[in-house]
């Protein structure tokens, strides 16, 4: 019996029997696309534009914007890491909570209140955009040094194949003595012993 059949009977019986169908689960989201992250990070600042936040607020905020813009591109060198969830995290939950719960609350309030070991709400959140700033510049190295890395191993993948720039390599580009070109005589590379180029048989020789 076909599926679909068997889902419409099973709901038919559970109408005649009073019980309630059980509902479908909801989808599970996937990860963030490199879209929404971009997306994510605009909003970021554009709760920060016009003023909405003091200075040294908004340009620790750029920084750290910055930082995980330029690393977004790379995440596919991060897979699955920790590494890669903090990036994503940072621009779609950390940075916005931040500074949401900074413009939340008054800003003379927040800014000369203290409230916890004698800092106010804006210390508290400097420190906050400070910490996501050195994170996300780890971050940022430690995915230029992979990438890095893959360089230097190509490098010396071609030095050992090639030899290396200073001495001229070993790749040759061009007919030499040890390799003629097609068509030539045996020894007609070295321009001297060999002779002149004898053409093969049935081709215009005379």
Known sequence: MALGAILARLTSFARLTGRKE???????????TTDDLLAALVRVEELVAGGAVPAVVASRVGRVVRVVRETIPRLGNLGGSAQAYSVMATATDYLPEAIGGYLRLPRQWADTRPVDRGKTSLMILID????????????????????????IAHGRFLQEKFGTGSTGGALALGPTASTPAPGAAPGAGSGGAGGPLVPPPGRGGS
């Open 128 to 151: 906050q955009l400070d910490l996501l700033a050195a994170t996300m510049d780890k971050v940022f190295d430690a995915v230029n040094r992979a990438d890095a890395a893959a360089l």
């Open 22 to 32: 059980e509902p479908e689960p909801a989808p599970v989201p996937g990860p963030p």
